[in-house]
T-cell receptor, first 115, second 118 residues
Framework: AQSVTQLGSHVSVSEGALVLLRCNYS??????LFWYVQYPNQGLQLLLK??????LVKGINGFEAEFKKSETSFHLTKPSAHMSDAAEYFC?????????????FGAGTRLAVHP | NAGVTQTPKFRVLKTGQSMTLLCAQD?????MYWYRQDPGMGLRLIHY???????AKGEVPDGYNVSRLKKQNFLLGLESAAPSQTSVYFC?????????????????FGNGTRLTVT
């Protein structure tokens, strides 16, 4: 079965610093991978997704992620953090067990951005 | 376009009480899902539906029931609430194309229902 591990439940960066949120996956088939963001008291919003093709995926708000099959990783990065990036971030993998599409989520990483 | 709407937003129940959470989507999506979110555990799938009249169990289905009588609505029921069901519940929906394209259909989430069982 597919699974996702996010390294670090809390990450804190300074405004303007690099953001790196780590995600490793386990999948018995070529994976489809997603990053979602959750702002306080809201549902999750899709940041970006990897399906096939280019391994560097660009998303909204300046975020990007690189699919590395050899490392089974899909880390999320942003060159320069902004205060508005403070949120919880979830990595997810598509699971087709049972014949139907579902998403399996990691435990989440809470990003804090300080001045 | 409202997207995915969940009602109620907040609820407090006593142990043993029952309630139904309603999810409505106006995007004509085939797939609908109920997740619960607990600190340090991310989102876990409770039940899901691949179309009107169909439901299936997810990772943590015990203590919950669901119904999908209309395509746009997906109901989550708790027959006898327990403190372990204190959580934030999220409904989501996604479109269904060909099997290959359904892999990458993003989920559209509601804003959640915060449930406390005392």
């Amino acid at each position: 079965a597919q699974s996702v591990t996010q390294l670090g439940s809390h990450v804190s960066v300074s405004e303007g610093a690099l953001v790196l949120l780590r995600c490793n996956y386990s999948s018995s088939v070529p994976p489809y991978l997603f990053w979602y963001v959750q702002y306080p008291n809201q549902g999750l919003q899709l940041l970006l997704k990897y399906t096939t093709g280019a391994t560097l995926v660009k998303g909204i708000n300046g975020f990007e992620a690189e699919f590395k099959k050899s490392e089974t990783s899909f880390h999320l990065t942003k060159p320069s953090a902004h205060m508005s990036d403070a949120a919880e971030y979830f990595c997810a993998v598509s699971d087709m067990a049972g014949g139907y599409n579902k998403l399996i989520f990691g435990a989440g990483t809470r990003l804090a951005v300080h001045p | 376009n409202a997207g995915v709407t969940q009602t109620p937003k907040f609820r407090v129940l006593k142990t043993g009480q029952s309630m139904t959470l309603l999810c409505a989507q106006d995007m004509n999506h085939e797939y609908m899902y109920w997740y619960r979110q607990d600190p340090g555990m991310g989102l876990r799938l409770i039940h899901y539906s691949v179309g009107e009249g169909t439901t299936a169990k997810g990772e943590v289905p015990d203590g919950y029931n669901v119904s999908r009588l209309k395509k746009q609505n997906f109901l989550l029921g708790l027959e006898s609430a327990a403190p372990s069901q204190t959580s934030v519940y999220f409904c989501a929906s996604s479109s269904r194309g060909a099997r290959s394209s359904s892999y990458n259909s993003p989920l559209h989430f509601g804003n959640g229902t915060r449930l406390t069982v005392t």
